[in-house]
């Protein structure tokens, strides 16, 4: 069982940073892909961004490369992303998950545990 807390969520204005945290609770963390997807305002969810249980292998959605970054510490159980220069089209609840094993999916049907959400508001 991993249960996922996310914080760091709020406003912030188009060209802004926010840093997201994702708690995990497990004793398999350390070994398990982890992600971040989001759903915008009456759109359905989306892959963000995905990284490898070591941290070697990362993967984002095209919208988000060269802007966020996804990275973990294994030995605080946490995965971050880093969000820089955000725009509105960026707002949306955003969600980490986690995948048991040594995959790394980009499809939320693949992961087998979910947070709560955290809300990120990008005002123009």
């Known amino acids: 069982q991993v249960q996922l807390v996310e914080s760091g969520g709020g406003l912030v204005q188009a060209g802004g940073s926010l840093r997201l945290s994702c708690a995990a609770s497990?004793?398999?963390?350390?070994?398990?892909?982890m992600g971040w997807f989001r759903q915008p305002p009456g759109k359905e969810r989306e892959f963000v961004a995905a990284?490898?249980?070591?941290?070697?292998?990362?993967y984002y959605l095209d919208s988000v490369k060269g802007r966020f970054t996804i990275s973990r510490d294994n030995g605080k159980n946490t995965v971050y992303l880093q969000m820089n220069s955000l725009k509105p089209e960026d707002t949306a609840v955003y969600y980490c998950a986690a995948a048991a094993g040594l995959r790394v999916p980009k499809r939320g049907y693949e992961y087998d545990y979910w947070g709560q959400g955290t809300q990120v508001t990008v005002s123009s």
């Open positions: 990284i490898s249980w070591s941290g070697g292998l990362t």
């Open positions: 497990g004793r398999t963390f350390s070994s398990s892909g």
